[in-house]
């Protein structure tokens, strides 16, 4: 038998391409979201840093994206859908310290190469496809009892 | 749950509700009823804010009757360093000492060696620390609070070094009880302090151990007293040179530069001014100054030589503190040979790990909580949006926390209650007719 896990909470956010001036909105709304929830600290913080990678991995590369961000009574999944240029090789763009970042996203204090791996070290389930071209789905779970 | 000691007070006589306070707390922790200001105790960081704010005098700075502490058999001061930099040129050090003595302290510790022993833990630490960065050190009771309660999940950030004056504390009394043959709990240890927050963190640590040290006094208590003695002392007082007080430089350089120089060669940041200090965090909490290795933040703009129970203007304190480094050696071989002594045999990790703060008692379980959240958001469309703040709380999204777990009501708000409003007429309009 399959027991489907209850969507609890579900917001949906907007993500603009190549706007920095609002990037990292959405997880702010998200840590404040979750702070109010009083979820433990640390999957907070995951799901803050996995959020916001995400956040950044649209607002750098991408045209448009969304961020679902849905809590369930076990888990929090983050989804991300954009439209934009596609990963051509997942598996390497997973490695620390690769990254296609320009030098203005450099100097931004971006692109250093940690964005993927560090929302696969955040997250307890990671799901990513790409269509060269068209966009990037993904999806990070925080399980709300892998801390316990 | 037991109620937090603060360092602040509000004088309900006195408070006539004009809300400035509330607007100024960056943990939303006031909330202003029928005209008088109140504190929710597990969201107060103790950083003073409210006090600078309020218009009518009506908050204080706690002071902690030392009364108890003067019956101990023998009174050891702890001079912060920012003591050395508030009196006018001409007045030395050794008569600063002598003044402390003069109001009944048996002997004044000076705490260069715990600086010195700080110093090399910290290099030590911040070396071999795997992550999560940057570390945080705890030395400003204030940011350590703000993390407890604002950003819980960078409680692991927190370097684990005690500060200088615990460990000062603890050092002053084993050292006066041994000289003297009797228990260590017959010698008080108390702290001479720029601000608040570190007498309160003495009353009420942050780790919810037990201080080294036995009290806290501001600066501004002590200083018309040196101040007084200093100017009828013997000459010969004000020719003791500075070198045989504090032996080397290092006194003083936490106060004026921080750990610049001890982490050479890491990646370091110091902070000040609450602000931005939240500022910073803000990014810190999502990952984004994973590359620095170690964020010294203050809650005083300019650090604790502008606490607010220092006296001198900030500017002129920081030039003493100047030249105070100047006339010092940068390394003494007596400091050198107490941190070679002490480092190896010493504990100088903090009493308890540090764990964030809990804000609210039994919440429910998750679905009764994000039951909640929503019921707040429904609310929050239908408020004005105007963060007027009459409804006594400082925005209208708390307005609409508190209204979702039941800490106010929604005809608070005078958009829906005329009632409210000839209530709020008769508080503030009463003496004006």
């Known amino acids: 038998m399959t027991v489907y896990s209850e969507e609890l909470f579900k917001r949906v956010f907007t993500v603009y391409g190549h706007n920095f001036d609002t990037a990292g909105e959405t997880s702010t709304e998200i840590k404040s979201i979750l702070k109010g929830l009083e979820i433990d600290s640390d999957i907070i913080r995951r799901a803050l840093v996995v959020a916001f990678e995400a956040e950044m991995n649209v607002v750098m590369y991408a045209n448009i994206g969304t961020v679902s961000f849905v809590i369930t009574d076990e888990a929090i999944d983050i989804e991300v859908a954009d439209e934009g240029p596609g990963i051509p090789d997942i598996e390497q763009a997973m490695q620390e310290g690769f990254s296609t970042a320009s030098d203005e996203m450099r100097e931004k204090g971006f692109g250093f190469g940690m964005g993927l791996p560090n929302i696969k070290k955040n997250s307890d389930v990671l799901k990513i496809e790409s269509d060269v071209g068209k966009g990037t789905k993904l999806l990070a779970r925080i399980r709300l009892d892998s801390n316990a | ?212 040290l036995d009290g806290g006094i501001g600066i501004s208590d002590v200083y018309n007293a040196i101040l007084t003695y200093a100017q009828s002392s013997k000459e010969s007082e004000s020719k003791i040179p500075e070198k045989d007080i504090f032996f080397s430089a290092e006194m003083f350089q936490g106060v004026l530069r921080g750990q610049r120089r001890n982490l050479h060669g890491f990646h370091y940041i110091p902070l000040t001014g609450l602000r931005n200090v939240i500022h910073v965090f803000d990014d810190v909490e999502k990952g984004k100054m994973r590359l620095v290795d170690f964020l010294e933040c203050y809650a005083c703009w300019g650090g604790c030589t502008n606490g607010n129970l220092t006296v001198d203007n900030f500017y002129v304190a920081r030039s003493k503190l100047h030249r105070l480094v100047t006339e010092l050696p940068e390394k003494s071989p007596v400091i050198e040979a107490e941190v070679e002594k002490r480092y190896s045999s010493q504990d100088f990790f903090l009493k308890a790990p540090l764990k964030p703060r809990s804000i609210k008692g039994d919440m429910g379980n998750l679905k009764e909580r994000i039951k909640r959240i929503k019921e707040a958001e429904a609310i929050l469309t239908t408020l004005p949006g105007l963060n007027c703040g009459l409804c006594g709380a400082p925005s209208c999204k708390a307005l609409a926390n508190d209204i979702a777990s039941g800490e106010a009501k929604k005809t608070d708000c005078i958009f829906f209650s005329k009632d409210r409003l000839d209530r709020l007429r008769s508080i503030y309009l009463t003496n004006k007719k």
């Open chain 2, 1 to 212: 749950m037991r109620e937090i000691t603060h360092a602040f007070k509000i004088d309900r006589d006195k408070c006539r509700g004009k809300l400035a306070c509330m607007g100024r707390c960056p943990t939303q922790a006031l909330r202003v009823k029928d005209g008088k200001a109140e504190v929710i105790s597990e969201l107060c960081i103790d950083c003073g804010n409210c006090l600078k704010a309020c218009p009518s005098g009506a908050i204080s700075a706690t002071t902690h009757s030392l009364k108890a502490v003067w019956k101990n058999k023998y009174k050891v001061a702890v001079p912060s360093p920012v003591l050395f930099s508030q009196f006018p040129d001409g007045i030395s050090s050794a008569q600063i000492i002598e003044g402390l003595k003069s109001i009944g302290f048996d002997a004044v510790y000076i705490l260069s060696v715990e600086n010195a022993l700080v110093n090399k833990a910290i290099r030590e630490f911040v070396a071999q620390w795997k992550g999560p960065f940057p570390l945080i050190p705890p030395y400003c009771p204030v940011i350590v609070r703000l993390i407890q309660v604002a950003y819980p999940g960078m409680i692991g950030q927190l370097l684990p070094i005690e500060v200088q004056r615990e460990l000062a504390g603890r050092e002053a009394k084993r050292k006066y009880a041994k000289m003297l043959g009797i228990s260590t709990d017959e010698v008080a240890a108390i702290h001479v302090t720029p601000c608040q927050a570190k007498s309160i963190s003495i009353v009420e640590p942050a780790e919810g151990a037990k201080s080294y």
